[in-house]
C-alpha cells in the first residue's frame, strides 16, 4: 500500500487557520487522498476526499500539490471542537484491498484558546 | 438519521472468556467492516463485509476471532478465549458501496483482564 507521511502533532491557536500537511510521494494515479479525524473517545469521522484538484467542503479545504506527491488540509478558523487526530489516507479506487482504509498514527492537532 | 451504532460501549472480560461485539450499520448500508485501535496506536482492519459474506477475513488476528453478519445488516464479532493483547476498541464502519465514504460507531472498548 502506498504510505503517507504526517507530523505527529501540531498546535493553532482558536479562530486561526491550520494548515495539516501529508507526504505521499508513492502516490499512483488511481488513488484518491481521503481524510479522516478522530475526536477524543469517538470513532473517526470523514472530513474531505480529492484526486487532482482543490477541493471545499463545509468542514475544510484540500490543497493537491500538482505533482499529488503531497497534500494540505486546510481548517479556515479552529475552534476547540477540531482538537483531534487527523489521518490522511491513500485509497484505490477498485480492485483488491480498496475497501480498506489504512490509517498510520496521523496528526494529533491541539487548539489553544 | 441514525448512525452506526456499537453495543456495548464497554466491556471487561477475564482472560480466557469469550466476548460478542454488536454493530448496527447506518440503514441500506451494503458494506460494513470491523477495526481494532489499540492503545495510541492507529486502526489495524479486520473484516469487510459486502451484504452478508466477507470476501476478506485477512486482517482477522487469530482463528480466535470470527465476524457474522445476517439479513445485511446487523454484524457479530466474536472473540474466543480472549487474551490480555486482545484489549482494544473495536469500531465498526458501513457505507452504501465498498468505495464510498465509512461512517463510523462510537467503538466498543474491550479490556480483557
Known amino acids: 500500500d502506498a504510505k503517507t507521511t504526517q507530523p505527529n502533532s501540531m498546535e493553532s491557536n482558536e479562530e486561526e487557520p491550520v494548515h495539516l500537511p501529508c507526504n505521499h510521494s508513492t502516490i499512483s494515479g488511481t488513488d484518491y487522498i481521503h481524510w479522516y479525524r478522530q475526536l477524543p473517545s469517538q470513532g473517526p469521522e470523514y472530513v474531505i476526499h480529492g484526486l487532482t484538484s482543490n477541493v471545499n467542503n463545509r468542514m475544510a479545504s484540500l490543497a493537491i500539490a500538482e505533482d499529488r506527491k503531497s497534500s494540505t488540509l486546510i481548517l479556515h478558523r479552529a475552534t476547540l471542537r477540531d482538537a483531534a487526530v487527523y489521518y490522511c489516507?491513500?485509497?484505490?479506487?477498485?480492485?483488491?484491498?480498496?475497501?480498506?482504509?489504512?490509517f498510520g498514527k496521523g496528526t494529533k492537532l491541539s487548539v489553544i484558546p | 438519521g441514525a448512525g452506526v451504532s456499537q453495543s456495548p460501549s464497554n466491556k471487561v472480560t477475564e482472560k480466557g472468556k469469550d466476548v460478542e461485539l454488536r454493530c448496527d450499520p447506518i440503514?441500506?448500508?451494503?458494506?460494513l467492516y470491523w477495526y481494532r485501535q489499540s492503545l495510541g496506536q492507529g486502526l489495524e482492519f479486520l473484516i469487510y463485509?459486502?451484504?452478508?459474506?466477507?470476501?476478506?477475513k485477512s486482517g482477522l488476528p487469530s482463528d480466535r476471532f470470527s465476524a457474522e453478519r445476517t439479513g445485511g445488516s446487523v454484524s457479530t464479532l466474536t472473540i474466543q478465549r480472549t487474551q490480555q493483547e486482545d484489549s482494544a476498541v473495536y469500531l465498526c464502519a458501513s457505507s452504501w458501496l465498498y468505495t464510498d465514504t465509512q461512517y463510523f460507531g462510537p467503538g466498543t472498548r474491550l479490556t480483557v483482564l
Open positions: 463485509f459486502q451484504g452478508n459474506s466477507a470476501p476478506d
Open positions: 440503514s441500506g448500508h451494503t458494506a
Open positions: 489516507i491513500l485509497r484505490r479506487d477498485s480492485g483488491a484491498g480498496s475497501y480498506q482504509l489504512t
